[in-house]
């Protein structure tokens, strides 16, 4: 698409449409009328020949060829209007730096780690929730920064891999030694109706402690002594299930990645806040899959116990996403540049 000869003011009104998802937001964050940015953007879709935007009941959602806009004017634009705003006043603060994310995250690792920034004077303005619906503020201009746990779709964010989580399957002690009980009752049993069986056929060769087949264990136990190796996820078919929500997102990724199969419960907790989920297990609530970054304190003063520790574990990775036009504050840089530097060591 041509864009040389756009109208100037049009572009900077389908930018905050883009971003905003709707006339009457970008309305509101350039202080037009509703009509007027209705009006602008036919002219801009009459100029380029193509639909830029789709019209849903609530608000709009940009055709492929917006995106492509998108992607060309979001950072000439956004350096025009800085360099035509106002200079600060000298000797002024700059503008606090607005970051969103994971509160788990946040809370746990990214705030102790900017603590030396803010020392210097650098100031935050932190938000939680969900990536999706942060994505769509950072969109809009509330936040500078946020943290994901998906890779934003689209060319108009700038998201770069920050730090991978590792999931670890965890209990409190008093059920890891249940769990490990239950399964020498059964192994035990299982081993005994083996050897009877061979007593009664005659048959020779062939011990009880020749493997699974010859009725040995199916379960080794590790020398560090929690449940691991082979480890049979119906053990937990009687012990709660502690989870970040009804749909158990963390749990089921889990289940299919190591165990190869589907989860198939309901939990006996639900917090929407992985500290809350944390708390419950190590109370001795059930059992939970938890980022170890969140649990590894827990674990290492044997407060908590791995059940499982895998060669190949569930990680998932989390991307540092700025939006476009934060060249007018320098802070936001400095808490990107230190925080894709720190999380070298998370």
């Given at each position: 698409m041509e864009t040389a000869s756009l109208d100037l003011n049009l572009l900077?009104?389908?930018?905050?449409?883009?971003?905003?998802?709707?006339?009457?937001?970008?309305?509101?964050?350039?202080?037009?009328?509703?009509?007027?940015?209705?009006?602008?953007?036919?002219?801009?879709?009459?100029?380029?020949?193509?639909?830029?935007?789709?019209?849903?009941?609530?608000?709009?959602?940009?055709?492929?060829?917006?995106?492509?806009?998108?992607?060309?004017?979001?950072a000439p634009l956004d350096e025009l209007a800085a360099v035509a705003g106002p200079a600060p006043a000298a000797g002024s603060r700059a503008e606090p730096?607005?970051?969103?994310?994971?509160?788990?995250?946040?809370?746990?690792?990214?705030?102790?780690?900017?603590?030396?920034?803010?020392?210097?004077?650098?100031?935050?303005r932190v938000a939680t929730g969900l990536t999706d619906p942060l994505l769509e503020e950072l969109r809009a201009g509330r936040h500078d920064l946020v943290i994901a746990t998906t890779r934003p779709r689209g060319r108009t964010l700038h998201a770069v891999p920050l730090t991978d989580e590792e999931f670890v399957l965890v209990a409190a002690p008093v059920w890891a030694d249940r769990l490990r009980d239950s399964r020498h009752a059964r192994d035990t049993g299982a081993r005994d109706t083996g050897e009877a069986h061979l007593d009664a056929g005659g048959t020779e060769g062939g011990g009880a402690d020749e493997g699974p087949e010859a009725g040995g264990s199916a379960v080794p136990e590790p020398a560090d002594g929690h449940p691991g190796g082979s480890f049979d996820p119906a053990l937990l078919h009687d012990v709660p299930l502690v989870t970040y929500a009804e749909d158990l997102p963390i749990a089921r990724r889990y289940w299919r990645h190591v165990f190869g199969r589907r989860l198939s419960r309901t939990a006996a907790v639900t917090?929407?806040?992985?500290?809350?989920?944390?708390?419950?297990?190590?109370?001795?609530?059930?059992?939970?899959?938890?980022?170890?970054?969140?649990?590894?304190?827990?674990?290492?003063?044997?407060?908590?116990?791995?059940?499982?520790?895998?060669?190949?574990?569930?990680?998932?990775?989390?991307?540092?996403?700025?939006?476009?036009?934060?060249?007018?504050?320098?802070?936001?840089?400095?808490?990107?540049?230190?925080?894709?530097?720190?999380?070298?060591?998370?």
């Open positions: 900077r009104t389908f930018l905050a449409v883009y971003r905003s998802g709707s006339f009457t937001g970008a309305a509101r964050l350039l202080g037009l009328s509703q009509p007027t940015v209705t009006t602008q953007m036919r002219a801009l879709e009459r100029q380029t020949g193509r639909e830029l935007f789709e019209r849903l009941p609530r608000g709009v959602t940009p055709t492929p060829v917006a995106d492509e806009l998108a992607a060309r004017v979001a730096v607005h970051l969103a994310g994971p509160a788990e995250l946040l809370c746990t690792t990214v705030l102790p780690a900017l603590a030396p920034l803010v020392a210097d004077g650098v100031r935050l917090v929407p806040d992985l500290r809350g989920v944390l708390a419950a297990v190590a109370a001795g609530a059930g059992f939970a899959v938890l980022p170890r970054y969140l649990c590894q304190d827990l674990l290492e003063s044997c407060a908590l116990v791995a059940l499982l520790e895998p060669e190949d574990p569930p990680i998932n990775t989390g991307f540092l996403v700025q939006r476009p036009g934060v060249f007018d504050n320098p802070d936001v840089t400095r808490v990107r540049t230190f925080l894709l530097r720190a999380a070298r060591g998370w």
